[in-house]
C-alpha cells in the first residue's frame, strides 16, 4: 500500500490566564447538537487541565461551584477554588455555577488544551448581550525545554460588548478556600500567596484505588506492593495567584479565603481582556528512583515560587502563542470538524494522559521521564506506552528514548519489564504476571518508530545487544513449529476471556510478534548484524504466510490450535493473580472457548509496521480491512466494541487504536457513533462506579475499576494523521528559544 509519513524536521507553580475558544461540547448523542449550546437536560462531558510532567491538575465541578486543584495530581491532597465570581448591574454569576438558570446561560467549549466558558454579563440586552469569555489554558510546549513542564496554566478573561453603550463588570477570581493567605508586590505585579504541606506515602498511594475506587467490600484489603521498597515524605510548597496591578487587579482577604479582583470596561463595539495568573511550586523529592529522592525536573530552572509566577506572568503571551501552534498541529480531518464527541474525547483524553506524566531531576542532574498508566499506579507500563507513544512521536520523541533506555534495567530474565515500578517508587517491575512475547515486541517496535521518526537510530545503537537478544527470544517463542508464539503468550488484555488474553498460538500476538521482527530486520538493521537481520526478516514472513492460511473467508480466528502432536492439556490453568484484586485468577485455559471468534485486536502490530513506513503483505492487509469491518459488527456494545464475540466488556482506547487500522485499510466504520459511544462512558462514568468514586479523568472501560484516570487514550489524536492507505505524521515542532 502507498505510505507518506512527513518528517520536517512540591513547590508547583499554578497559572491560570483567561480567553476565547473554538468547538462547543455538547453531551448527551455529542455527534448530532448543534455547535455552540449546552443542553441543560444532561451531564457534561466531564473534562480537566494538566501539565505535562509536573502534576498539576484542575477538574471544574460545576455541580459545586468550584474547581478542584491537585497541585500534584490525583492520589494527594486536593484544594478547592479558582471560582469566577462576575458582578454587574448588582447582579452576579458564579462560574463554573451549580445555578440551572446561571448554567443555562453559561456555554462551555474545549480544545485539546483548554476549557472555555462564555457568561453574559448581568444587566445587558437578552438580543445582543455584553460576553465574558472565561478561558483557562494548560499550554502545550513541549519544544521548549525551560517551560514543557513548568507547573502553568494561563486564561484570559475578555469582555466583549456588542452594545451601543459602555459595558462595566467586576472580576473576581478566588484562591484556595479556608488557607491562610498572604499578599506581596513585586514588579509590578501582585501576588497573593499560601503555603502547603502535603504528605505522600508509597502505601497510601498505592491503596488510592482500593479505598475509592474498587467496590466496598474489597476496600479493607491491602494492596501488594509487589517489590516496591517504601517512600514517604511531605511536599512543602507555596500558592500564588499573581496579576498586573496596571490592569486594575487588587488582592482581597475574605472569610479565609484569598482573591484577586478587577474591574473591566468595553466601550461600545470594543473589548477588554486582563490576565491572571496562578501557581504551585515545590522543591521537595517527590519520586524514589533506585534509591535516589528526585525532585521535579522544573526546579533547574524555577528555584522558587515568586521567580516561576512572576515568569508566567510576564511570558503568559509566549505560552499561549506557542500553545496555539501546537494545537494547530494536532488539527483534525475535515469529516471530524462537525464532530462534538471527538473534540470531547480529544481533550479529555490528552489532559488525563498529561496528568500520569512524570518528568524529575536526578542527583546527577540529569532527568528522568516516566508515566503512569492511570490508577493502576504503574510507571512506564511497555504495552500502555505502545499506544501513548503517539504523543511522543508527535510532539517528544526524547521522552520516548528515555525510557527505551531504561526499560533495560529492569528486565526479568532478559525479557523486558511490564513496567518499571509503582506508585512512588521505580525500582523494579511491579506487575506479578510476565508478558514475555507482549513486552519484547513492544519494545522493538517503539524503537522501530522512534528511529522512522528521528531519522536516527542512536538510541536503538545504545541497546543494540538488548535489540539482538529480543529478536532471538521472540523467535524463539514458538516451540510448536507452526511459527506462531505459544510460549509467554499472556498479553495485556488482562480482564478479557482466556482465548483473547492467553491463548498460544494467537493471530494477535502473531502479527506483532512478525511486525516486530520485520522492523527490527528492516528500521533497525545497521545495529544488528546482517544474519540476525535476515533470520528475523525469514521469521516474520512465515509468520504472515500462517496467518493469511489462517484466513476463514470472513475473519482471522483469535488464535490457532497447536499442532496435534504437540498439543497441550485441554483445560490447563495457569493460576496468576490480578494486581490488587485477589479473588480474580487470570485462567489460562486453552479449552473453554472457541478460538474462532472476532476479536477487534488483529491488526495492532500493522499500526506501528505503518508508522514505520513499512507494510505487510498485501494479501493480508486486504483480508484485514474485512476482518476488522466483521469483528466491529459482530462485538458491538453501548460503549464501542468488547474484548471478542459473546463478552461485553470493553476498552475505549483499544478500540481507538482498530479505529487507526481501520482508517488506513479503509474500513466500513461509522466513526462519528463509536466517538459517541465512547463518550457516553465518559460522561457515565462520573456517577456509575459504587461507593465513593469519581471520575477522575480518561476511563477506559465499564467493567474494571483500575482503568480510570487513565493515560491510554492518546490514539484519539492521531485520528488526523490516519488515511487509507497514508499516514501523516505532524511536521516536527521546531526548536524554539527558551522565554527568559
Known amino acids: 500500500m502507498p505510505y507518506m509519513i512527513l518528517y520536517t524536521k512540591n513547590i508547583i507553580v ?29 451531564p457534561e462531558p466531564p473534562v480537566q487541565l494538566s501539565r505535562l510532567g509536573s502534576r498539576l491538575t484542575i477538574i471544574p465541578e460545576p455541580d459545586r461551584n468550584r474547581i478542584r486543584v491537585l497541585p500534584i495530581g490525583h492520589c494527594f491532597t486536593e484544594f478547592s ?9 448588582k447582579k452576579t454569576t458564579l462560574c463554573p455555577s451549580c445555578n440551572p438558570n446561571e448554567s443555562s446561560q453559561i456555554n462551555r467549549t474545549l480544545t485539546p488544551t483548554s476549557i472555555a466558558y462564555s457568561i453574559p454579563v448581568p444587566g445587558t440586552p437578552m438580543d445582543q448581550p455584553a460576553l465574558l469569555e472565561y478561558r483557562l489554558v494548560s499550554p502545550l510546549t513541549p519544544n521548549i525545554q525551560r517551560w514543557r513542564t513548568a507547573p502553568v496554566m494561563l486564561a484570559e478573561l475578555t469582555l466583549t460588548n456588542p ?33 502547603l504541606s502535603i504528605p505522600i506515602d508509597q502505601q497510601s498511594v498505592v491503596n488510592y484505588e482500593i479505598r475509592d475506587y474498587l467496590a466496598p467490600q474489597l476496600r479493607s484489603t491491602p494492596a501488594k506492593q509487589s517489590g516496591t521498597t517504601g517512600f514517604s515524605s511531605v511536599i512543602n510548597g507555596t500558592f500564588t495567584m499573581i496579576a498586573q496591578r496596571d490592569d486594575g487587579w487588587l488582592a482581597e482577604l475574605k472569610l479565609g479565603t484569598g482573591r484577586l479582583t478587577s474591574t473591566l470596561t468595553a466601550q461600545a463595539g470594543q473589548s477588554a481582556r486582563t490576565v491572571c495568573a496562578i501557581t504551585f511550586h515545590t522543591n521537595s523529592p517527590v519520586l524514589s528512583i533506585d534509591g535516589n529522592l528526585c525532585p521535579f525536573a522544573y526546579t533547574a530552572d524555577f528555584n522558587n515560587a515568586s521567580d516561576l509566577a512572576e515568569a508566567a506572568l510576564r511570558h503568559a503571551q509566549d505560552l ?21 464527541a471527538y473534540e470531547a474525547l480529544r481533550q479529555i483524553a490528552l489532559q488525563s494522559f498529561l496528568s500520569n506524566t512524570w518528568l524529575v531531576r536526578q542527583p546527577d542532574g540529569s532527568t528522568r521521564y516516566s508515566e503512569w498508566e492511570g490508577f493502576p499506579l504503574f510507571h512506564s507500563t511497555l504495552d500502555v506506552v505502545f499506544n501513548t507513544s503517539l504523543f511522543h512521536l508527535a510532539f517528544a520523541p526524547d521522552l520516548l528514548a528515555d525510557m527505551l533506555m531504561h526499560w533495560p534495567l529492569y528486565h526479568q530474565d532478559g525479557d523486558m519489564p511490564h513496567d518499571m515500578g509503582k506508585g512512588l517508587v521505580i525500582d523494579r517491575n511491579a506487575y506479578p504476571v510476565r508478558m514475555t512475547v507482549e513486552e519484547n515486541a513492544n519494545y522493538l517496535l517503539l524503537h522501530a518508530m522512534l528511529a522512522a521518526r528521528t531519522g536516527n537510530n542512536a538510541t536503538a545503537a545504545a541497546q543494540r545487544d538488548t535489540i539482538d537478544r529480543l529478536v532471538r527470544r521472540l523467535i524463539a517463542s514458538d516451540t510448536d513449529s507452526d511459527t506462531l508464539p505459544d510460549t509467554g503468550v499472556i498479553n495485556t488484555f488482562d480482564d478479557a476471556p482466556p482465548s483473547v488474553n492467553s491463548a498460544p498460538n494467537q493471530i494477535y500476538l502473531g502479527i506483532k510478534t512478525a511486525a516486530a521482527l520485520q522492523a527490527a530486520a528492516q528500521v533497525l538493521s545497521t545495529v544488528l548484524s546482517k544474519n540476525t537481520c535476515a533470520h528475523a526478516l525469514n521469521r516474520s514472513q512465515l509468520i504472515f504466510k500462517t496467518i493469511e492460511r489462517s484466513w476463514t473467508g470472513t475473519l482471522f480466528p483469535i488464535a490457532l490450535p497447536a499442532p496435534q502432536s504437540t498439543a497441550p492439556e485441554q483445560g490447563k490453568v495457569t493460576g496468576v493473580l490480578l494486581p490488587l484484586d485477589h479473588d480474580k485468577p487470570i485462567n489460562t485455559s486453552n479449552g473453554n472457548e472457541d478460538p474462532n471468534g472476532y476479536c477487534n485486536y488483529a491488526a495492532h502490530g500493522l499500526v506501528a509496521l505503518w508508522l514505520c513506513g513499512l507494510s505487510a503483505p498485501v494479501d493480508l492487509e486486504t483480508r484485514m480491512r474485512f476482518h476488522l469491518e466483521s469483528a466491529h459488527e459482530k462485538t458491538q456494545t453501548g460503549y464501542g466494541d468488547s474484548h471478542r464475540d459473546g463478552h461485553a466488556n470493553v476498552w475505549i ?6 479505529d487507526l487500522a481501520a482508517l488506513y485499510l479503509g474500513a466500513d466504520i461509522d466513526y462519528h457513533r463509536q466517538h459517541a459511544k465512547y463518550l457516553k462512558l465518559q460522561v457515565e462514568s462520573v456517577t456509575h462506579r459504587t461507593g465513593n468514586c469519581r471520575w477522575e479523568g480518561f476511563c477506559d472501560s465499564p467493567e474494571n475499576s483500575f482503568l480510570t484516570c487513565y493515560s491510554r487514550g492518546i490514539p484519539i489524536l492521531a485520528f488526523p494523521w490516519f488515511q487509507q492507505g497514508l499516514i501523516d505524521l505532524p511536521e516536527a515542532l521546531p526548536r524554539e528559544t527558551d522565554f527568559r
Do not use: Y
Request: net charge negative.
Open 653 to 658: 482506547s483499544q478500540n481507538m487504536w482498530r
Open 14 to 42: 499554578f497559572l491560570i490566564i483567561l480567553s476565547v475558544s473554538a468547538i462547543s461540547v455538547t453531551p448527551a448523542e455529542m455527534q448530532s447538537s448543534p455547535a455552540g449550546r449546552t443542553s441543560t437536560s444532561s
Open 81 to 89: 477554588g479558582l471560582t469566577l465570581t462576575v458582578t454587574a448591574d
Open 320 to 340: 499561549l502563542e506557542t500553545d496555539a501552534r501546537t494545537c494547530r498541529i494536532l488539527g483534525g480531518p475535515s469529516q471530524f470538524e462537525a464532530a462534538i
Open 163 to 195: 452594545g451601543p453603550i459602555a459595558v462595566t463588570c467586576q472580576v473576581s477570581l478566588s484562591g484556595l478556600t479556608n488557607q491562610l493567605h498572604k499578599v506581596e508586590t513585586a514588579n509590578n505585579a501582585i501576588l497573593l500567596s499560601t503555603p
